[in-house]
C-alpha cells in the first residue's frame, strides 16, 4: 500500500508548544499511526493512535491556543468541520451555548492506495456498494480509493458528493487522491440529497459516490438513484446490516421493512405467526459491506438475501475477506461449519475455499432422544404409554458416495419446495443432504411439478449442466421425504415405515404429540389391519393438518368434517 498523508501541514496549524512536544515525540515513528489531536479548553492536550491516547503535556489549553488554530484553519461549515486547502485533514469544532469554539479535533486525513484489495472484484461488477463501520475504521479512505480505481482504472465518468470536504480535500481543487472523478462540494449538509439529484441530472454520471447517508431524504434520493441505473458507493454508520434493518430512517437502504399478514396455509407452511416482517422492495445497494477492523471485513453478496434470512429469523452466513502478511486475500465463511459453495476463481484471483460437510466429505449423525413416556389409566392412554416405549428405526447413511457418483452430503438446489419442510426432513431423518441457493454447486434440484412444467428457463439450465430434476406433486412432509429417500437411492418400500412423529410436527408441543400419536395408532391398529375407518378427536386446524400428512405418509385417504370446535379427522382404508 503507498500512503500520503501531508502530516506537516497539520502540525503547521497546531500551537507551538504542542506541535513542538509532538514533534519531539519519544515515539516519532508513531506519528505515522496517528489518528487525531484533541484540544479543550482548560484541559490536557490530547494525542490518539490506533493503541491508544495519551497526555502531551501537563498543561492545560487556553483560549489562545484555540484562537490560534481557528485562524489557520479555513471556514468552519454548518457542521463545524473546517479543512486545510490540498489536504485531506479535517478540523472539526466544539462550541459552547453562545458559539464560540471551546475545543478542537484535529483528524489526520490519509490517501490510502491499493486499501480495496479485498474487495477489488466487487468494485469491478458494476454493482452498487454499501460500507459499514464504526467511526474510524476507514470507511472514508476506501471510499475514496474505489472512487480513484473506477474513474482511473475503469475508465467510468464517477461524481463525489463531498458534503463536508472530507473525501477530496478542502478548497475548490479536489486532492489528488480521487483520481479523475470530479467532486461536488454541498454548502450545507440538510442540502446533500438535493446535490445528490442534482448530479445525476446535470452531470450524466455512470456512478456516484456518498459519505455518510444518514437522513431519511438522503435515503430516498439514493434510491431514486438507483433506479435510473447509477451504480451507487455509499458509507452508512453502523456495524452490522442488522443496525440498518431497525433503524427506521436508514431500512430503505436495504430494502425497507413492512409488516405483512399472511393467509392461513401460509401460516402454517412457514410454521410462524400471521403477522410477520418482510422486505417492502428490492435493496437500493445490492453488496454489503462490514468493515470490522482495517484488514477483516464481512461481505454480504446478496443484500436481499441476508434481509430476507433475518427476517424470517435465520442467521446468514456472508464471506469473511482478510490480509495476511504476504498481502493475499483470504476469504472464509463466518459460520465455518455451514454448508458453503464449491471453489471458484473470480478475474481477481480471489478464491473462496469450501468448508463445512463439503471439505471433510463426512458426515456427523445427531443423537436420537428418546420419546417421553406418560402413565394414564384408560385404555387408549395406555397404548400411547406403550408406544413411546417403541424403539423409532435409525436410518444409518454410511456411504460417502451418492447414487449416481456425487459426493455426500447431496447438494439440493429446491425451486417452489417449501425449505423449512425439507430442513425438517433432513433434521429428523439425519439425511446426507445439504440445501444450496447456488446452482452452480447443487448436485440435483428438488422442485414442484407446476412450477418446473412453466419454467422453460430452469429445465434449459439443468439440462445444460446435467443436473437431475426430482419434482413432486405438493409441498408436503411425506412427498418431500419420499423424494429425498429417491434421490438418495435408499429404499422406499411400498409399505412404509412406522413413521418418526418429528416429521409431521412444528412446535413439538405435548398437544400436537399426542394429536400424532393418536393418528398413528390409529392407522397401524385399526385402518390397516382392520380396513375399517377411524374418526379422530376434533383438534385445531394446525394440528389437523398434520394429522393430514401423517396420514398421506401411510398412502392413505384422509378428510375433515364437522364444525368448529369439533371439526375431526376421519382415515378411510386403502
Known sequence: MQITEDLQKLLDILPKDIRQILEQHPHRDNLDNLIEVVMDLGRFPEVRFPSGAEYLSQTPVTAEQLNYCVERVGHFSGDNRAGLEKTLHRIS???????????????????????????????????????????????????REIARVLADDLQKRVVIIDTSNEIAGDGDIPHPAIGRARRMQVSRPEL?????????????????????????????????????????????????????????????????????????????????????????????????????????????????????????????????????????????????????????????????????????????????????????????????????????????????????????????????????????????????VVLTKDMDSADAILGLRSHVKSHSKLRSIARSRQIPIHAVKASTIPQVTRALRRMLDMDDPGTPDTADLRLFTQSGSDDEIEALEEARLAVEQIVIPNGQPVELLPRSPKVRKMQHELVEHYRLKSDSFGDEPNRRLRIYPA
Open 93 to 143: 469544532a466544539i462550541r459552547n451555548r453562545p458559539g464560540d469554539i471551546i475545543g478542537l479535533t484535529c483528524r489526520v486525513g490519509r490517501a490510502v492506495f491499493g486499501t480495496i484489495g479485498m474487495i477489488q472484484d466487487l468494485v469491478e461488477r458494476g454493482q452498487s456498494i454499501l460500507m459499514l463501520g464504526r467511526p474510524g475504521v476507514g470507511k472514508t479512505t476506501a471510499l
Open 192 to 432: 446533500q440529497h438535493q446535490v445528490m439529484i442534482e448530479a445525476v441530472e446535470n452531470h450524466m454520471p455512470e456512478v456516484i459516490v456518498i459519505d455518510e447517508i444518514g437522513t431519511e431524504l438522503e435515503a430516498l434520493a439514493a434510491r431514486t438513484i438507483a433506479e435510473r441505473g447509477v451504480q451507487l458507493v455509499g458509507t452508512a454508520h453502523g456495524n452490522q446490516i442488522e443496525n440498518l434493518i431497525k433503524n427506521p430512517t436508514l431500512s430503505d437502504l436495504v430494502g425497507g421493512i413492512q409488516a405483512v399478514t399472511l393467509g392461513d396455509d401460509e401460516a402454517r407452511r412457514r410454521g410462524s405467526q400471521k403477522t410477520v416482517l418482510e422486505r417492502k422492495a428490492p435493496p437500493t445497494f445490492e453488496i454489503a459491506v462490514e468493515m470490522l477492523e482495517r484488514q477483516r471485513w464481512v461481505v454480504h453478496e446478496s443484500v436481499a438475501d441476508t434481509v430476507d434470512s433475518l427476517l424470517r429469523g435465520r442467521k446468514p452466513n456472508p464471506q469473511v475477506r482478510t490480509v495476511d502478511e504476504q498481502n493475499k486475500v483470504i476469504i472464509t465463511h463466518e459460520f465455518p461449519d455451514a454448508p458453503a459453495p464449491l471453489e471458484r476463481h473470480n478475474p481477481s484471483g480471489l478464491v473462496a475455499k469450501p468448508s463445512g460437510w463439503r471439505s471433510s466429505g463426512q458426515m456427523q449423525p445427531l443423537s436420537r432422544s428418546s420419546s417421553p413416556s406418560s402413565a394414564q389409566t384408560s385404555y387408549f392412554d395406555q397404548l400411547l404409554h406403550d408406544s413411546w416405549q417403541q424403539a423409532t428405526p435409525v436410518d444409518e447413511v454410511v456411504d460417502t458416495i451418492g447414487p449416481n457418483g456425487e459426493d455426500l452430503p447431496l447438494h439440493i438446489y429446491p425451486y417452489g419446495v417449501s425449505r423449512h419442510q425439507i430442513e425438517q426432513v433432513i433434521r429428523v431423518l439425519n439425511l446426507p
